[in-house]
């Protein structure tokens, strides 16, 4: 059995998969075009890019895409440049485009004038039903479970339900979705696709350095913490030196502030933060991760990932049909 066909807008996807977007410098347009043309929809993430890197990866990711593959571009709500990334990535015509960290009236209105679709990302069936109101075309729903910053304690399947049950748009569920099993149950539970972002770090289309994917590889259950970060909200982190230094209410000196958040508590510089760890340093800096990084063993392609995916989708949705197949196979 096939995945469920996920339409939303004008993007009809071979696979009902969102690939998180993820800055700073974690998917750009290699591993967004890698996913896209997995049969997934790709995101660019404009966070901790200048707009022009941003219109570079966009029309680098395009032209990477064979075929119909889909390619949105992530800009977050509480970011100073977010309406000048935003109106620039519809001037390139991306698929569609994706928020958090805040709802904007205006984001929707841009959307529509331009023909492009906007997704929300919530924590809440509230926030649900204002996305809607407000002309989201979808809603990804995300649970305690996420990497990065998290907009709720909650986990992702008892949010689920609510907010299927408050809109009519398709649900997007994220946060803790790491093999098809996941994929198979977020359905059942009237989900019309699933975001991933941990298990796309692990690939080697990933836009991250070796150093950062292998922090993954090596993650233990017990090396994922929350931390609260200059935004305001807590962030799920893998431990290293970096985190130890900004424990409780430690502060780290900003060598130079690049006046990038709306509101900052200036206690460190999360966006430098994120810039060493994707150049390399991943002790000195913040590594997001979702709650399940210590289920990754290895680095795999996108491709191998996405095949994987459907095979533990196809024998959680018909287990005892992919027994009898197997079993008939080895009697042979």
């Known amino acids: 059995m096939n995945f469920p066909q996920l339409t939303i807008g004008h993007m009809m996807p071979k696979l009902p998969i969102l690939q ?51 390619i949105g571009v ?12 935003m109106k620039a990535a519809l001037e390139e015509k991306v698929d569609f485009i994706i928020s958090g960290a805040g709802i904007s009236r205006d984001m929707y209105a ?42 709720t304690d909650r986990p992702m399947f008892d949010i689920l339900p609510e907010v299927v049950e408050a809109i009519t748009i398709p649900v997007i569920a994220a946060g803790g979705i790491m093999k098809g099993q996941d994929i198979a149950k977020a359905l059942e539970m009237g989900a019309s696709g699933v975001q991933m972002g941990t298990r796309f770090v692990a690939s080697h289309e990933c836009d991250a350095p070796l150093a950062f994917k292998q922090k993954y590889v090596e993650a233990r259950t017990e090396d994922t913490l929350l931390v609260k ?17 900004i424990a409780g209410e430690n502060k780290v000196k900003i060598e130079k502030c690049l006046d990038c958040l709306k509101n900052c508590s200036y206690r460190f510089c999360t966006l430098d933060s994120l810039f060493k760890v994707v150049e390399g340093d991943v002790e000195n ?15 795999l392609s996108v491709q191998q990932i996405m095949d994987n995916l459907l095979k533990e989708y196809k024998m959680a949705v018909a287990p005892d049909k992919n027994h009898l197949i197997n079993k008939l196979v080895y009697s042979f």
């Not at 049969?39 to 680098?60: A, D």
């Not at 992530?74 to 990334?85: I, S, Y």
């Open 285 to 299: 800096g913040l590594v997001f991760a979702g709650s399940r990084v210590h289920e990754i063993k290895e680095i």
């Open 229 to 245: 970060t200059t935004v305001g909200l807590y962030g799920r982190v893998i431990a290293n030196s970096f985190s130890d230094r």
């Open 110 to 151: 841009w959307g529509r004038e331009a023909g492009i679709p906007v997704l929300s990302i919530v924590s809440s069936a509230k926030l649900a039903r204002i996305s809607q109101k407000l002309g989201a075309a979808a809603v990804v729903v995300e649970g305690f479970e996420a990497g990065g910053h998290l907009g």
């Open 20 to 70: 998180g977007g993820m800055g700073v410098g974690v998917s750009l347009s290699k591993l967004a075009s890698a996913v896209a043309n997995a049969g997934g929809i790709g995101i660019i993430s404009g966070t901790g890019i200048s707009v022009e890197e941003m219109r570079k990866h966009i029309r680098l990711a395009k032209a990477a895409v064979k075929g119909s593959g889909y």
């Open 74 to 85: 992530n800009v977050l709500f509480a970011m100073n440049d977010f309406a000048e990334k």
